[in-house]
């Protein structure tokens, strides 16, 4: 049985034609992204907002004005309220009250008698509480998770393959955890440590692609010496883009149905990892690559150190007549 190709074996797209337009595109996206952030900031979840936090289910879309002031005149303090997953659920913030866990219940319980009292049909499906020095813990400690994970990769990789590679994969791995931590602040989506697991998984997603590209052209200059670096980077990603391809594909099969039957619940991290995908493939084409050829990165990078000496063109004519 003849297998299936989504990629003809002599594909030869040019995508480092497109390098300049690409990586403008990106630090455009990059600066936007961060703008977003400081202007806009994230929407964060209980986990590092800190407070009391309730997820209340309608049988008809909520009216969320009537629903703060119901909220309000519970007298738990200034609510935020949002629709959550679908206009039918409503997720209920409000700020911490002062006292132990028995006054946190008593709070509880009053704002859900005063809503079930205006409606009949709210359901309770969740409720949760994180004082703020634990959330201001937990932002502390998913900055760090985050950033040391992109240290130790492009550390990796420096070892692994050359420092111009280490640089590449750095600059690849911000683009990405840029761009989503924008998404997150254009949409207001709840950011929270669903969220930061979605990011992790996306630096290691979008990395596993980038080594694999890195792979096949360290392979493809060492064994295209007198090739220009352009068409050996052209080459390389055109070499592993069906196993890009069909990686992506099953990963977003898989993703795409979890947006749309996960529930409300891995809705936020769904999108994020859906979001990374296209993400990742595309640094690892548009910028991982090209910045190797800026780099200055050529077939003398993998050459033993005295192949390039000013004794390598008598033993490459030694060689060519058979001397030893």
């Known amino acids: 049985m ?17 390098r300049n337009v690409a990586i ?3 630090i455009v996206m990059i ?15 209980v986990d590092f907002a800190g407070g009391l936090m309730m997820e209340v289910r309608f049988e008809q ?13 519970a007298g738990a303090g200034e609510g935020s309220l949002q629709t959550f997953g679908d206009p039918n659920t409503v997720s209920i913030r409000l700020p911490l009250p002062e006292g132990d866990d028995a006054a946190v219940q008593k709070v509880v ?3 859900q008698a005063t809503i079930k009292a205006e409606n009949a049909d709210a359901q309770f499906r969740r409720v949760e509480t994180v004082s703020g020095k634990v959330s201001a813990e937990l932002i502390r400690d998913g900055a760090f998770a985050i950033f040391f994970a992109m240290i130790g990769i492009s550390i990796y990789i420096w070892f692994r393959f050359e420092w111009q590679f280490g640089v590449g994969a750095l600059f690849a791995l911000v683009h990405d955890v840029a761009l989503t931590l924008g998404f997150f602040a254009l949409t207001q989506l709840e950011f929270d440590l669903n ?7 996306i630096v290691g997603y979008s990395l596993n692609d980038t080594v694999v590209v890195y792979d096949r052209i360290r392979e493809n200059l060492r064994k295209y010496r007198k090739m220009e670096i352009e068409e050996v980077l052209d080459l390389s990603i055109n070499e592993t883009l069906s196993r890009t391809i069909v990686t992506s594909i099953s990963m977003v099969l898989a993703l795409g149905t979890l947006v749309l039957l996960g529930g409300s619940v891995l809705f936020g991290f769904s999108v994020a990892m859906l979001l990374g995908i296209f993400i ?16 200055g990165v050529g077939p003398h990078s993998f050459l033993p150190a005295d192949a390039t000496g000013p004794d390598a063109k008598v033993r490459t004519k030694n060689e060519a007549q058979g001397q030893v």
């Open 2 to 18: 003849k297998l299936l190709k989504l990629v003809p074996d002599n594909t030869n797209f040019k995508f480092l034609k497109w």
């Open 24 to 26: 403008w595109i990106s």
């Open 31 to 45: 600066l936007a992204s961060i703008a977003l952030v400081a202007i806009r900031g994230l929407n964060f979840g």
């Open 61 to 73: 879309p909520a009216r969320l004005d009537d629903l703060r002031r119901t909220v309000s005149s």
């Open 109 to 111: 319980q009053q704002v």
């Open 195 to 201: 969220i930061v697991a979605a990011v992790l998984t």
């Open 280 to 295: 990742g493939t595309y640094s690892s084409i548009f910028i991982g690559a090209p910045i190797l050829m800026w780099m």
